[in-house]
């Protein structure tokens, strides 16, 4: 952690939601005029997408079939370590993008499903910003978790979050039902082991709960929609936290546990932006202080 240097991270599984997150993070970063640094998660995979394919077909070819972006040995972990312990320190750091598609792939000049080459950070950043799968990971050789401000899970109920991936791979990257679900099994022992645990050293985490039958994700013609879900906010250190006030800004919502407040999920973006806004001012507060 770094009080000069803040690091806020959103953490969650491929389908999660984590991009809808984002997009609340920016809209407050722009209205209050905060520069900050966005590093994608994907950017930290250790192999681009050829070589991805190809180490997974190696693995299978000797017996395993687990091998997964969501485990440490297909991510550069310990670089990204490196990055937010020097980002803390000094402000600065190494980057680079993965190009997912096309259009990307026009902006950085570099085909999708390769990497850009390193580059260093701009300089006077307000703050770094961390998208991905593992912004709160902590493993036996590194602990990326120690180093964020703020960090933020994104963990909708596994069908939901399952029903999600599958609409959004077969819509935009053209898999098949079967191969979505080929995916969610080999990633299953690394979604246990190094995804789930994550969300137990978030600050905060926003798990929607669709109120719409999703018992067969495998069947979903939909996406519950966020009108058709609830917000379960569950805050790690509830002190602090003036929960009268957002009972009376949040339409409907309601405490389940003292650490806990439900919303509507159509209010989710309004949850967020009253609760982080006085989050991530109190930080830029106390970098100001600290200069």
């Known amino acids: 952690m770094s009080i000069t240097h803040p690091i806020i991270a959103v953490t969650g599984s491929s389908g999660a939601g984590t991009t809808s997150v984002t997009r609340s993070f920016q809209h407050i970063f722009r209205r209050d005029k905060i520069n900050a640094e966005t590093i994608e998660g ?13 180490r997974m077909l190696e693995r299978m070819a000797a017996g395993d079939n687990h091998f997964s972006h969501f485990g440490p040995e297909a991510n550069l972990l310990g670089d990204l370590e490196n990055l937010f312990r020097e ?5 600065r750091g190494k980057r680079r993008h993965y190009i997912h598609d096309a259009d990307e ?8 499903g390769k990497f850009t080459a390193w580059e260093e950070l701009p300089e006077n950043t307000d703050l770094l ?29 596994i069908n939901l979050e399952w029903i999600q991936k599958i609409h959004r791979d077969k819509s935009q990257r053209g898999y098949s039902k079967e191969a979505v679900m080929d995916t969610i099994l080999r990633r299953m022992p690394d979604y246990i082991n190094y995804i789930c645990p994550q969300f137990s050293r978030t600050h905060v985490n926003f798990q929607r709960v669709p109120t719409v039958d999703t018992s067969n994700p495998l069947i979903a013609n939909d996406i519950p929609s966020l009108d058709e879900s609830f917000v379960v906010i569950r805050f790690a250190n509830p002190k602090g936290i003036d929960f009268p006030y957002l009972l009376s800004m949040i339409h409907d919502s309601f405490m389940s546990r003292p650490n806990i407040i439900v919303c509507p999920g159509g209010k989710m973006g309004l949850a967020m932006q009253i609760i982080f806004t006085p989050m991530i001012l109190h930080l830029m507060d106390k970098k100001r202080r600290a200069r």
């Open 42 to 54: 994907d950017s930290f995979h250790r192999h681009d997408r050829a070589e991805m394919k190809a």
């Open 87 to 91: 980002y803390g320190e000094t402000g």
């Open 105 to 112: 792939a026009k902006v950085y000049g570099t085909e999708p």
């Open 129 to 157: 910003f961390y998208e991905g799968l593992h912004g709160a990971v902590k493993t036996d050789d590194v602990d990326v978790a120690r180093h964020v401000d703020l960090c933020v899970g994104v963990v909708p109920i």
